[in-house]
């Protein structure tokens, strides 16, 4: 089943990170030139300071994450916020929202900056506009997980059909929608169509906790490999409420994925865990790590413009093109505003946010 084999995605991926991270490579160090121009943006320097903001930013990221995550996760206490309520919607919509600006206003830019960097060669980072083309591939690579993901349970289940008759049909029936998580056809829909839009919440939210770990460990190692505590100081409040809102968004899919306990607590784990790992990564870094090598330029780089392109896809097309034209919205010209100014808003503040961050 595709959205089972989504599930080996989540464990492996920080070990592949800090593999590629501790390469050999990833410790030479910079040229002098790019030594120097890195100095002279130095002119606030004080490692103690720095690492007792790091410090900081572990335990405020982490907690903060784990509060926007889990938010959704507890909304069948909260009457209000059940996925089947306008202000699910609303909030919905405004963390959709974070995601896009956090696709396009954080990390394409720290994409074009890594790849187009003075201390790599001209030729060819500055004569083909690689960014854009990661994160074209990588759209279309998300593009065609969904498809596959989803084709994959059609086939399955016209197969069961097919092949069973009376009875057995109808337990075939049952035995996928039990398969995806929906063992109960209570609903009076068309079993086929309740469980392929269960499949797709489900390759959503893997899909898109793959594209925001990836992102969160790059940024995380970014910071705790920083030593200049002016800079680091306003991106602690950004990356809160980046984290926080960002995980909002997770949290609402993972909640509409309907998984069970242990995959939600897994899930909970690695987008809580990712940017303080990263943090600490770059602190037990700090004094071999160059982020002005070029292999750590050229290796950041992709990473960041392929997670821009998995975030801008869904974003658009998996989280708000999916609300916006579902019956829900389409039905309700007055939510449908108040969802637009959300995403609006969502989408500003993490705007503003890239000031600092």
């Keep these: 089943m595709a959205g089972t084999h989504f599930k080996q995605l989540h464990a492996p991926l920080p070990i592949l990170l800090l593999g590629l991270l501790l390469q050999p490579c990833f410790i030479v160090q910079a040229s002098a030139e790019c030594r120097s121009k890195e100095k002279s943006f130095r002119g606030c320097h004080d490692e103690a300071e720095a690492l007792k903001l790091k410090l900081i930013a572990i335990f405020s990221i982490l907690v903060t994450s784990m509060i926007g995550v889990c938010l959704p996760l507890f909304s069948r206490a909260v009457p209000a916020l059940r996925p089947d309520r306008d202000l699910f919607a609303l909030v919905k919509a405004f963390a959709s929202g974070v995601i896009l600006a956090t696709g396009y206003m954080h990390v394409l830019p720290d994409s074009f900056n890594n790849l ?44 069961e059909l097919a092949t069973g008759n009376g009875e057995q049909a109808n337990q075939g029936t049952v035995e996928i929608l039990e398969h995806v998580g929906h063992g109960h056809d209570k609903s009076g829909k068309d079993p086929p169509e309740d469980g392929t839009q269960l499949l797709s919440h489900r390759v959503v939210a893997q899909v898109l906790e793959m594209g925001i770990v990836v992102h969160s460990v790059v940024i995380g190692l970014s910071m705790g490999a920083s030593d200049n505590p002016c800079t680091i100081r306003p991106l602690i409040a950004a990356l809160c409420f980046h984290q926080l809102f960002e995980g909002m968004g997770l949290g609402g899919c993972i909640l509409q994925a309907e998984y069970g306990i242990k995959m939600k607590e897994v899930m909970v784990f690695f987008f809580s865990i990712t940017t303080p790992f990263g943090i600490s990564l770059g602190i037990g870094l700090s004094n071999i790590y160059s982020a002005k090598s070029q292999t750590a330029l050229i290796v950041e780089g992709v990473l960041n413009a392929a997670s821009a392109g998995l975030l801008n896809y869904m974003a658009l097309v998996d989280l708000l093109a999916s609300d916006f034209m579902g019956s829900r919205l389409q039905n309700s010209l007055k939510l449908q505003i108040w969802s637009f100014i959300a995403v609006l808003l969502g989408a500003g503040g993490m705007s503003l946010m890239a000031k600092w961050a």
Excluded: G, I
């Design 116 to 159: 187009t960097s003075d201390c790599l060669p001209e030729t060819p980072w500055r004569k083909f506009p690689f960014t854009t083309f990661v994160a074209m591939l990588s759209a279309l690579l998300t593009l065609m997980v969904d498809s596959v993901a989803l084709s994959h349970y059609k086939k399955r289940f016209a197969h």
